[in-house]
């Protein structure tokens, strides 16, 4: 201990300079975990929360600001850290001098970057509102010094790299080449032309198509708590995993909150703090741009409405995203937990009045265009013009319709016969 004590200042510093590595860590994990939900609750929780958008606005400032301070804390850090572990080498204070050489490497690692970060994740939005005040002082204060280390960078790859040059954009010949390069896996190349056909069929189909209807969905109206929606539904989550909340004046849906997202430990703060508004969409606005619009104003449920203004489904974020990675999806996989179509026996397949026509068309390569349905349900009432019975029997090209059974809550069993041409 003695060959320490003529570094006590420097070791003092050492710790200082971490406490600050860990704050700038804590910091860009911080506000950069930042969901919209959470930006928009920040608005409604005082100044501090007012002060945390307001770094936001120019995100790329903030983190360059952030990332060389943390830069230039680690750089002083290390510099007294070689100081100490070299004269307490010349002091033959060997074991002292490789603890504070190799060591310093590990308590940065983990106490300034891993620990910091993992903390501040846990609750970003009370983290962000923690260091905001700080940063709001910091980042005038290092932003004079970020131009000159982005001329000295141009300057060093302009003569290490004179020809370096940047990759472009990825193209879709690339993606192309990606495909045939993995063509020596077959099951792989299916996979990957079968997203991508499901890739491109979100813009051909319509939300009508892929909704979970109104009449299969359970709705709330406000004021409700945790405790009064599970003993409606039994102790049970509700159908989809999503609760619903309607206007306090209408049965229009207002809000929802994703429950299968929430563990047990948090789904009363969620409760609270993290219901959605919800994005309303017409009826024959296309999978692919309700999918966007979600992602741009960070929304995961859409209610469908129909030219009346009247609600008649709703799409999740969940819902599309299914469709797109797996190998069968659709309504009554989604609502029923049914397979699309079921092989019964040689052309025969079971199947549900929820079961869409695009996936008969994929299957069996027939045309219902003819038609305005988008589900074999909607089929048979259009052909019958009538609702359909058990024994019904409806022809179209070289497929055959027969309802099976019609059970309680109206879904349809069908089984579909092909004629062999």
């Known amino acids: 201990m003695d060959a320490l004590s003529p570094h006590v200042p420097a070791l003092v510093a050492m710790l200082l300079l971490l406490a600050a590595s860990a704050f700038f860590s804590f910091s860009e994990a911080a506000l950069f975990s930042l969901s919209q939900t959470d930006k928009r609750a920040l608005h409604e929780k005082g100044k501090l929360g007012k002060l945390v958008i307001r770094l936001l606005e120019r995100p790329e400032k903030l983190l360059n600001s952030i990332l ?16 100490v572990a070299f004269r307490l080498e010349q002091r033959s204070a060997n074991t002292f001098a490789w603890v504070i050489g190799v060591g310093s490497l590990f308590v940065v690692i983990i106490f300034a970057e891993i620990l910091p970060k993992s903390i501040s994740i846990t609750s970003p939005q009370f983290s962000s509102r923690l260091v905001c005040v700080p940063l709001s002082f910091l980042v005038p204060i290092l932003q004079p010094m970020l131009p000159t280390l982005s001329f000295l960078n141009f300057l060093t790859r302009r003569v290490i790299y004179p020809n370096f040059e940047q990759e472009p954009y990825l193209r879709v010949s690339d993606l192309e080449r990606a495909v045939a390069l993995s063509g020596n896996d077959a099951a792989l190349l299916k996979r990957e032309q079968r997203s991508l056909q499901n890739i491109v069929s979100l813009s051909d189909m319509e939300a009508a198509e892929l909704m979970r209807p109104r009449s299969w969905l359970k709705t709330f109206r406000p004021p409700i708590t945790l405790d009064q929606m599970l003993t409606e539904l039994g102790g049970t989550l509700p159908r989809g995993g999503y609760c619903l909340v309607t206007e306090p004046d209408s049965e229009e849906i207002a809000s929802a909150l994703c429950l299968t997202r929430q563990t047990a ?3 009363e703060t969620a409760w609270k703090e993290q219901f959605e508004d919800v994005l309303y969409v017409p009826w024959s606005t296309s999978v692919a741009e309700i ?25 999740t974020i969940d819902d599309i995203i299914a469709t797109l990675f797996t190998r069968e999806h659709g309504r009554s996989r989604g609502l029923l937990n049914r397979r699309e179509l079921k092989l019964i026996e040689a052309d025969c397949w079971q199947l549900t009045g929820l079961t869409s026509l695009r996936i008969l068309e994929r299957k069996f390569n027939v045309s219902f265009r003819q038609y305005s349905s988008l589900t074999v349900g909607g089929l ?5 013009e009538r609702l359909p019975r058990t024994d019904d029997v409806c022809h179209v090209e070289t497929l055959q319709f027969r309802v099976i059974d019609i059970e309680d809550d109206f879904d349809l069993v069908i089984y579909l016969t092909r004629r062999r041409q």
Request: aromatic share 12%.
């Open 291 to 315: 999918f966007d619009h979600l992602q741009q104003i960070d929304r995961k449920v859409a209610v469908v409405v129909n030219e009346f203004g009247e609600t008649i489904g709703i799409i």
């Open 380 to 384: 048979l009432r259009e052909i019958l």
């Open 265 to 267: 430990d948090n789904l």
């Open 68 to 83: 060389f301070g943390n830069l230039f804390v680690n750089l002083v850090f290390f510099t007294l850290a070689t100081i």
